[in-house]
């Protein structure tokens, strides 16, 4: 599959946590296979630049953030501003036919939001038109990070997400004492997003979250490119509460995603800290293991299949997505085609 067709555009992807990244900061981070600087100003702003000097191509985010909230490449001190124009030109001595303000970097949309940056990675073509959406936000009043767990896996954003989604992998993949229960029919009832879709809200059967009280209730969504809240709410000690799982996929490269799991709950909820710290990495870590695995099958190309009714959700992912890519290409509105329905399998 060509990278084009890999990765979509117009879209946000979740590049790092807010708080990794200190004023003066700046990261060399992979997007879609391109390079692309991420940065904190000294006024606290964050950025996004092609991490590609324009003069000479030296990585930007090898110089250094300076007091005026400019970057400086390391080569020849040329300086950027966050928006990717060009302040400085130190060898000039007045009266070359070269101005500054003609040259930029590639600037990405960038936003700071319930301790996440997301990068907006536009369309070819695109990449000076305003963002067509905003970046996904969580759905809790002023949401802070609370345990976050990031893993590389090395598959395809495609895999990473169907592996989030594929419901039937649970008791072989995930088959630790304190997860596992004997597989049993599901029926759950999924609903349309604007950019993807939701398994409503329901009562989970999983034994471990009982330890949130007796009326607990979670909903799933997934929407493109890569975003999936679990919303788990119940009431505990006589409080009504909503802990929320953001995971994203983002995809550094063809063969390479970043899963990070972000969770966020009211302060006085703080106990079920130490659960996450335990589970978090060993459930996180399963995924990873088992798409490395499938690496070696992948290698030869095979044929893959999709079955009723348990991979419908990413055979719904992939019809999505081509949709979404067709949308871009002719840059028409995205239609989600999907329907309320009911799915039903063992796990
Ligand atoms: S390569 Fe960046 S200033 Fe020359
Ligand atoms: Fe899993």
Redesign the pocket.
């Known amino acids: 599959m060509a990278d084009d067709d890999l990765f979509l555009r117009d879209l946000w992807y979740m590049a790092a946590q807010a708080a990794s990244l200190k004023r003066g900061a700046l990261r060399r981070e992979m997007l879609l296979g391109e390079p692309v600087l991420i940065g904190r100003m000294k006024d606290g702003a964050v950025f996004a630049l092609r991490d590609i000097?324009p003069?000479?191509?030296?990585p930007l985010s090898a110089g250094r953030v300076m007091a005026e909230n400019t970057v400086e490449?390391p080569?020849?001190?040329?300086r950027f501003r966050a928006d990717g124009g060009c302040s400085l030109i130190p060898s000039l001595v007045g009266g070359e036919p070269v101005d500054p303000a003609k040259i930029r970097v590639r600037a990405y949309p960038v936003r700071e939001q319930d301790g996440l940056i997301w990068v907006y990675m536009a369309a070819p073509g695109r990449e000076s038109a305003p963002p067509r959406s905003e970046p996904p936000k969580v759905p809790l009043e002023a949401p802070i990070p609370r345990w976050v767990e990031s893993q590389i896996f090395s598959c395809s954003i495609d895999h990473a997400v169907i592996g989030l989604m594929d419901p039937a992998h649970g008791p072989y993949v995930h088959s630790h004492w304190w997860w596992r229960r004997k597989p049993r029919e599901k029926v759950k009832n999924y609903a349309p997003l604007p950019n993807g879709f939701v398994m409503t809200r329901h009562k989970p059967t999983k034994p471990v979250y009982s330890l949130l009280g007796a009326d607990v209730t979670t909903e799933i969504t997934l929407e493109l490119p890569s975003t999936r809240f679990a919303t788990i709410a119940g009431t505990l000690l006589g409080r009504s509460f909503a802990v929320v799982g953001l995971t994203t996929c983002t995809p550094l490269d063809a063969q390479t995603t970043r899963v990070t799991q972000t969770f966020y709950w009211p302060a006085w909820l703080g106990f079920i800290r130490p659960f996450f710290t335990l589970m978090g990495p060993t459930f996180l870590g399963d995924d990873r293991k088992i798409v490395e695995l499938q690496r070696e099958g992948l290698k030869f190309d095979p044929r893959l299949m999709l079955i009723q009714d348990a991979d419908v959700p990413a055979i719904w992912y992939h019809r999505l997505k081509k949709i979404w890519a067709d949308s871009v290409a002719s840059d028409t509105p995205f239609v989600n085609p999907l329907k309320e329905t009911t799915l039903r399998w063992r796990s």
Request: hydrophobic share 20%; glycine share 20%; charged share 10%.
């Open positions: 000097c003069h000479r191509g030296v490449c080569y020849h001190g040329w």
